[in-house]
């Protein structure tokens, strides 16, 4: 709706609407007094003593588009910096993905790289949604091209901004960047990245810091594995309470998906690519005389 | 040296100063011109162009003495609310803390809440300080005490903002909440977590969520697990490379503490109550009319 | 758009949009290649190196409808406070008010405090008109009822925030506080204004400082004024530049308000509102008890 | 104290600590319980509820000591790149600079830029001084050698911004920019200035508008006129009330400053210098391929 011109962006923030016409308030009248377990109309009546219990809040997916939105603009401009993002589904439930392979992601609905585990994954999901139940899983991520010396040293980590970047994601419960959790059962001679030059360029033996130290890009591939729980809404019987504190169970209607992560990977992506694009411009700011030649040349 | 007259804080910034006694230039003469293995001297000099290698500089975990001291004054406030946070050394590599006994955690330089992993974990770090090697673990944090309501809807999620503030501390290669990793495991009948009220309070029959619904505190007990990778700082032979980028053999002289957990253990609680005096004065401005009798009585 | 559900704000961010349907492209195709005196055309395409030179660009007049929506909200929260703003016309070239009848202001187009005044300042606009000219101006604002203690005591002042937030409108030249730039050519003994006590409330014998007293308010009313240049849009020949950089004449056609202050008082009281709401906010995490009481409470 | 090594800076923080030797507390025991007229004694109490009545809180000049030190940094770079910042006394009282010798600013105490003006001035306070009263007066400060594109469009204009920072100067009642309050004055066709063309460069046949149009700096001089009220602090006896909200008589002893603006000329370059530093920082990440070829040469 603004910020583009000729085909060139303005320097006007640049502004899009997404009509939200897929949503139908009587749909939700079920649970205008009543708080569905392990989704988040408690915590906001708490917070704001007042819900908008229609489909369309805050705490609903739907938020996210935005996020998509802006994360295809980053990820443009990151491309062209010769920096690449992508994600995938890792895991469902505890089938996890063992065969790599990258071409598969986008040719099935669950993003899964592998052909075989995408069809275990659908027998087990046919399962579930015929026991009106649901199911975790987990995602991962890899940035690959980006220059060693991003990140900021202090609070503003590369690791801890991309951490609140996807733990802003609804469902996340995870995060962990090279070996992760497993790195806390290692020895330092196990676990170090040892360095060696070869024509001239810096190269690590084994990455099991995730591209990432001290805070800041080491120049290798930066790797993400993210954690999701299931998709609250299941439609078997659960106990809980009305807004009046009353005990009750509820059913929750209407078709949900099984197994949210597949959505959640371009959620990823965009988080991610916003992100650096952040880092980017602050980093030019960061050595005088890069700002110097800058200001000259601007 | 200033902020506090008569005993009472005046609204100007609390300034303290630790001075860096414990710091020999000399000692890091060696390491001058070479990168050491998973530290930051590499990525450094790749962000600013020039490294300051002696031992004060901001990649040192002396940096975070200013997070501990925030922290204090943050924790002093908290506990007189009512808000209570505690964390403690959950595993030492693949030693388990089983029985907790919080009462031990401070009888113990490795702040394990349990005698007997105390005892198991002495002995394996005994055994690395002797063939000069390092070791991982995992830390454990809860949040008590907090009412429900805390955190922000969309980027600013309570998870996604306390995984920014550990996550920023050096060191760390993991964070969950909850069941974590666990989660995507679990089904969503196994996973939720069932409301139900008794004497007019709202209770969870279980707490798989770890206390945060929708990025918002539900007033239940907030869980954390963080992973640590070993200290980087080993004295065993590692291969590296030099600032002029020729491969050399590096040995890492001095003492350094082959485990830095219970080093940590402080830092993340300073780090989670900061974040959370933070989220308390943003959501006190949440309802109007909360504000209006704030200014009006204030 | 978003933001409000049966009557009340939710807590999401209350958007609206307001489409600029009053403009024609086409009109603006004889600016397209070339800088009009005074505007903002030359220094957009030095910034941006790329300029939308069509009408609804930001550094049109439109683009203030944001603030004045902002403003609006604003406003109703603040006089619910017991907190009202006031602007009005002070003077048109050198026609300045004299006898101020605050009831007049809404009584002709030109937020003028006083027929008289009124009548001879539509003489001189209906002169420039037929000259093709325009004409500068000052505006004056008040603020009543605001207690004293709002306004940070360093970098953000309340004179300096207010500042900030009014000379943010286009086409302002100058603001003062109080006697203003009059202050400069007093004695300390002239201009202090004397604290007294009357029934147990703090009066000020004089207000010279305009109401804030180290940026801070004093309770007393906070005055205001604001210098405007005339309107840079006028029908006379004008020497100027193209993009090419060759010397032009220009002649700008269309209708153009020739005095452009009646309709900067909105958003100076809009700005006004919007800033005094963020000190609000900001004021009552202050206090430790305030905050506690709040917490507890909320 | 710390950011610089072998006279580079690191990155890190650059820190100094100015220690407040010359202050004794006890010299501050006979306004413990007074509000100064025209101090900012009784607007803390009303703030913060708890004052620090000795003379080293921050609505005291003493606080500007941290400004001037950063200033003394940006002036350094921004020397560098070509552009400068100069400030001087331009009245005392009803005593206004006619003939400027930019040489003669830093030959006499009052920062004036003429000899004879100095004269009449110290005439003038040698009087004030005599009868313990004080006097208002005016600064003016001009940047020279900034490039056109400086500044943001809507908010964060550079006359905003430079107004928040020059109004959060303690004293300051005013600002202006260009013809400031007189361009209130003036006609359209008497204050636009018209751009022309020569060797390739733009100029300007006046600059009413002072070096700024739509927010932004169009590469002419940026000039601005600062209004200060006389020091507060006069030995006459003056009305006051106490704390307990009697009516007191107060008569302020010790050495003050009859005139206060030549102290104020280094912060006023300094905010200037501060706030510039931080546009070219923003400015350099404006336009993608600036950005590319920064982050590709960094």
């Known amino acids: ?5 000729n085909g060139k ?3 006007t923030p640049i502004s899009l609407i997404v009509h939200n016409k897929d949503y139908i308030s009587k749909d939700y009248d079920n649970i205008k007094d009543i708080y569905r377990p392990s989704h988040a109309d408690f ?3 708490k917070k704001y003593g007042f819900r908008d219990y229609r489909g369309g809040g805050r705490a609903s997916a739907r938020e996210t588009v935005a996020r998509v939105c802006a994360g295809a603009i980053a990820k443009k401009i990151l491309t062209d910096f ?3 993002i992508l994600a995938y589904t890792s895991s469902v439930g505890n089938i996890k ?3 790599i392979d990258l071409s598969y992601i986008n040719e099935n609905p669950l993003k899964i790289p592998c052909k075989d585990t995408f069809k275990k994954a659908t027998a087990l999901l046919d399962n579930l949604i015929k026991e009106n139940n649901s199911i975790g899983g987990t995602a991962y991520c890899e940035i690959t091209g980006l220059k060693a010396g991003i990140g900021e040293p202090v609070f503003e980590k590369l690791d801890a901004m991309l951490s609140m970047a996807i733990m802003s994601i609804g469902a996340t419960k995870g995060i962990e960047f090279g070996l992760g959790f497993l790195a806390s059962e290692k020895k330092g001679s196990e676990y170090n990245d040892n360095f060696y030059s070869k024509n001239g360029k ?3 033996k084994t990455n099991n810091s995730g591209g990432i130290l001290g805070g800041i890009s080491d120049g290798s591939k930066i790797t993400i594995n993210i954690a999701f729980k299931p998709t609250p809404s299941i439609s078997l019987p659960q106990h809980t309470i009305n807004t009046s ?6 059913m929750i209607k209407g078709r949900h998906d099984p197994f949210i992560v597949p959505r959640a990977i371009p959620i990823i992506e965009s988080m991610v690519a916003i992100t650096l694009i952040d880092y980017i411009l602050v980093n030019i700011t960061k050595k005088i005389d890069c700002v110097k030649k800058a200001y000259l040349n601007f």
Chains 1, 2, 3, 4 share one sequence.
């Open 82 to 84: 010769g920096i690449n």
């Open 1 to 5: 709706m603004s910020g583009v011109f």
């Open 9 to 11: 962006t303005t320097g």
């Open 202 to 204: 810096v190269l690590k």
């Open 43 to 45: 915590t906001y009546d």
């Open 245 to 250: 504190l009353e005990n009750k169970e509820i």
């Open 97 to 99: 993905v063992k065969n």
